[in-house]
């Protein structure tokens, strides 16, 4: 039985990317004018991270989309290592991403109790 992909989970999970991606973006000038971080390497974090996010809410019809999604929240969390404050949204945004995932499946019936 492989990991079946449900209409809330895609709903819900591309949510959570979605403003996830505006948040990442939003750390650009914060890592550059208040972090003091080179402006390269903030706008390759920052938009890079960003462009993941969209990127797997767009592939969340497919299981590889999750895992895309999980290496985001990952990813999103080591942005703490620029931006401190990223450690809390980092964390805040990986538990409303396992949180959509698996609300989702429950109210859809998909997993068993």
Request: aromatic content about 8%; some cysteine.
């Amino acid at each position: 039985m492989g990991f079946q992909v449900t209409p809330g989970m895609r709903r819900l999970g591309a949510s959570v990317l979605g403003m996830e991606s505006i948040v990442a973006a939003l750390t650009i000038p914060v890592a550059i004018s208040v972090g003091g971080v080179r402006p390269v390497l903030a706008v390759c974090a920052g938009a890079g991270l960003a462009v993941l996010c969209v990127v797997s809410a767009g592939l969340l019809k497919k299981p590889v989309g999750y895992v895309l999604g999980t290496l985001a929240q990952v990813l999103a969390i080591a942005t703490g290592f620029l931006v401190p404050a990223m450690f809390f949204l980092g964390g805040i945004f990986a538990a409303l991403w396992i949180t959509a995932i698996f609300v989702a499946r429950r109210v859809e019936g998909v997993t068993s109790r």
